[in-house]
């Protein structure tokens, strides 16, 4: 059964960058194959969708919180899963998930194949 593996949450100010990797371990299919999305769980919130992206790593979508800060990218020759967050603010502190094997349904609709997470806390 595929297995994100996410890293790259810390503490940061408000305004700075960040940047989250995901990779797939225990996969069956190439990393190419999945569709792939990030979500995220802030503290007494459900979990929410923030961004998503085909299997062939075309035609990102962002949820409208996070648009024109966040960038969404795979990178097939890494195999990795990346979201470059800017300007952040306090209300993006939360845990970020990646998922695979999502599937498109005039949205994103998660494959349900969840990695342990990365905290993310912005501070003002």
């Known amino acids: 059964q595929v297995q994100p593996v996410e890293s790259g949450g810390r503490l940061v100010q408000a305004g700075g960058s960040l940047s989250l990797s995901c990779v797939l371990s225990g996969r069956i299919f190439t990393f190419r194959d999945y569709n792939m999305g990030w979500f995220r769980q802030a503290p007494g919130k459900e979990r929410e969708f923030v961004a998503a992206i085909t299997w062939d790593g075309q035609s990102p979508v962002y949820a409208d919180s996070v648009a024109g800060r966040f960038t969404l990218s795979k990178d097939h020759r890494k195999e990795t899963l990346s979201l470059q967050m800017t300007s952040l603010e306090p209300e993006d502190t939360a845990v970020y998930y990646c998922?695979?094997?999502?599937?498109?349904?005039?949205?994103?609709?998660?494959?349900?194949?969840w990695g342990q997470g990365t905290q993310v806390t912005v501070t003002s």
């Open positions: 998922d695979a094997g999502g599937r498109w349904s005039g949205r994103y609709v998660p494959g349900g194949h």
